[in-house]
């Protein structure tokens, strides 16, 4: 099935620093979300992307939907502990299916 | 405001066993869907549903089965637990393609 593929795998920083992953694909998609899942619990929508370039922020995360609509950029500023977590990125196909497809995750660790 | 809750939270079973999880939404939602993580792979897709009586197969359905008699509720079932089953299984929930509400998952172990 199709894969996104997301990088890098994990992050180990310290607290105050930027963090950037991204997420790529062979294919085209419509839409692009990525989302944070935070130890023993489900992921949570963080930022929705519905249009090629668009750059959207929610607090200190920014994200980019890729003018090739096939890839998206997640970036966290000025990092504090509670950032911890694995962050995903999903998008939904041009064709069919109400359903979204996973990176693999990129897990956060920071160092006080 | 409940959200997506699935039962049970934590399952060991047997190679062989079969079991059913639950998933059950409040939130009028049309979506459901059941996806699997496991380290390094993501979440895969298993099942999913774009309304009350239908289902569809996902990326991996093998050795599922799931179904949708209410609109709240999406069953998930394994026939004869294997090994390869253990996983975390998330289940999730939108009223548009996009906005999933996920729940807080149930850890499988098949031995």
């Known amino acids: 099935g199709q894969q996104l593929n997301q990088s890098p795998q994990s992050m180990f920083i310290q607290e105050g620093e930027d963090v950037s992953m991204n997420c790529t694909s062979s294919?085209?998609?419509?839409?692009w979300l990525w989302y944070k899942q935070d130890p023993g619990e489900g992921p949570v929508l963080l930022i929705a992307?519905?249009?090629?370039?668009e750059l959207t922020s929610n607090g200190r995360l920014t994200a980019q939907f890729g003018i090739t609509r096939k890839d998206s950029f997640l970036n966290i500023s000025a990092s504090i502990p509670s950032d911890v977590g694995i962050y995903f990125c999903?998008?939904?196909?041009?064709?069919?299916?109400?359903?979204?497809?996973f990176g693999q995750g990129t897990r956060l660790t920071i160092n006080p | 405001n409940a959200g997506v809750t699935q039962t049970p939270k934590f399952r060991v079973l047997k190679t062989g066993q079969s079991m059913t999880l639950l998933c059950a939404q409040d939130?009028?939602?049309?979506?459901m869907y059941w996806y699997r993580q496991d380290p390094g792979m993501g979440l895969r897709l298993i099942h999913y549903?774009?309304?009350?009586?239908?289902?569809a197969k996902g990326e991996v359905p093998d050795g599922y089965n799931v179904s949708r008699l209410k609109k709240q509720n999406f069953l998930l079932g394994l026939e004869s637990a294997a090994p390869s089953q253990t996983s975390v299984y998330f289940c999730?929930?939108?009223?548009?393609?996009?906005?999933?509400?996920f729940g807080s998952g149930t850890r499988l172990t098949v031995v």
């Open positions: 999730a929930s939108s009223q548009t393609p996009y906005g999933y509400t």
């Open positions: 939130m009028n939602h049309e979506y």
């Open positions: 294919s085209i998609f419509n839409t």
């Open positions: 992307l519905y249009k090629a370039g």
């Open positions: 549903s774009v309304g009350e009586g239908t289902t």
């Open positions: 999903a998008g939904q196909q041009v064709q069919g299916a109400q359903k979204l497809v």
